[in-house]
């Protein structure tokens, strides 16, 4: 697809079978001046809280959890599969963190699946999609997927 030519594009990964999908689509529409940037963001380690004692996480949780979540980006996104493509890992609010990487790297476009939570889930969950929408200063494609 000509549209994705010399552009950066955003997109979010969490190795969910729709995030991968969704990287692979981006992938067959790029050409080689496409710059894709994948980006994995972890939620920050919350304190657990029992019986009215908190406890803690050990100091360098975050940073583990962090270098795992890189290893993981590149073995599941091998070059030779998946060509050159810009791994990313951030600490944070999903939503916001997608759309303020967007802004920082000034991507044209951000490509990210909609897992279709509703009721209940979604109001849990929330919505990443949703977030991502509501904070991004570009344009989001968001990739449906089957009903």
């Not at 990287?23 to 790029?30: D, N, Q």
């Not at 303020?100 to 044209?108: L, P, R, V």
């Not at 951000?110 to 991502?132: D, K, N, W, Y």
């Amino acid at each position: 697809m000509e549209y994705f030519e010399n552009k950066t594009i955003v997109v979010p990964c969490d190795f969910s079978e729709p995030s991968i999908e969704a990287v692979g689509k981006v992938v067959s529409w790029g050409e080689p001046s496409t710059n894709i940037h994948l980006l994995n963001v972890l939620e920050p380690t919350p304190v657990i809280v029992s019986y009215g004692a908190t406890v803690p996480m050990p100091p360098n949780f975050d940073n583990e959890r962090f270098e795992l979540a890189k290893k993981r980006l590149e073995t599941t996104f091998e070059q030779d599969k998946y060509g050159k493509l810009h791994l990313q890992c951030r600490i944070g609010d999903p939503g916001e963190e997608v759309a303020e990487f967007a802004k920082e790297i000034k991507a044209d476009m951000i490509v990210m699946p909609s897992h279709g939570r509703t009721g209940l889930s979604r109001f849990l969950l929330g919505s990443v999609a949703e977030r991502v929408l509501r904070y991004s200063s570009c344009p989001v494609l968001i990739l449906r997927g089957p009903e």
